[in-house]
């Protein structure tokens, strides 16, 4: 397993989890040492932060397609996971429409599969607490209060970028279609 520092800084998190993947690319690791360091990284808020961010942006296919040790691990920190999972799809989608807008392709291709591999993760993650969380996001966007407003709020997305990541959220979660 990967030596994961308690407690762990941001950049520390994020290179833990960059010496994750390359291990992973080279096949120098288990996949219960996957998720054994995968746990140690996500059971808190700068561990969790730094492996999304690695993970989600890193260039290698092999995040496409989350192997089951990964998602096990996410699913053994509900509570620094699940605000995290959701917010990063959220983001993802709105900075798609933002580099789409600024005619920047390349960073919009980079959201586009950060928004991909955030729906894959929120798919095989499904959970009540997943669910929730999804939810309440879902009801900031159409009624600009509840949970998320200040979230929505602080990063000023406009109608357009909370119609699609009210969209986006649809596609993992076709029942918040009948909230509405």
């Known amino acids: 397993m990967i030596e994961i520092p308690n407690p762990i800084t941001f950049e520390a998190a994020i290179a833990a989890s960059q010496?994750?993947?390359?291990?992973?690319?080279?096949?120098?690791?288990?996949?219960?040492?996957?998720?054994?360091?995968?746990?140690?990284?996500v059971n808190t808020a700068n561990g969790v932060r730094g492996f999304f961010v690695t993970y989600l942006t890193d260039s290698r296919p092999f995040a496409d397609n989350p192997t089951?040790?990964?998602?096990?691990?996410?699913?053994?920190?509900?509570?620094?996971?699940?605000e995290f999972a959701i917010k990063n799809l959220a983001m993802?989608?709105?900075m798609e429409i933002t580099h789409h807008r600024n005619?920047?392709?390349?960073l919009e291709q980079q959201s586009a599969q950060v928004r991909d591999r955030s729906t894959t993760l929120l798919k095989l993650l499904n959970c009540d607490r997943i669910y929730s969380e999804a939810k309440a996001l879902?009801?900031?966007i159409t009624t600009t209060s509840g949970t998320y407003a200040t979230f929505l709020k602080?990063?000023?997305?406009?109608?357009?970028?909370?119609?699609?990541?009210?969209?986006?959220?649809?596609?993992v979660f076709p029942e918040l279609s009948a909230i509405s």
Do not use: C, F, H
């Not at 096990?72 to 996971?81: E, F, I, K, R, W």
């Not at 005619?103 to 390349?106: I, Q, Y």
């Not at 000023?156 to 596609?171: H, N």
């Open 19 to 41: 010496s994750l993947l390359d291990r992973m690319e080279e096949g120098q690791i288990s996949e219960d040492e996957i998720g054994k360091t995968v746990s140690a990284l």
């Open 68 to 82: 089951p040790a990964v998602i096990q691990a996410l699913q053994s920190s509900p509570d620094t996971v699940t």
């Open 92 to 94: 993802s989608t709105a």
């Open 103 to 106: 005619g920047d392709s390349e």
């Open 138 to 140: 879902y009801q900031s």
């Open 154 to 171: 602080k990063w000023g997305y406009d109608a357009e970028q909370k119609q699609a990541i009210a969209s986006r959220l649809e596609v």
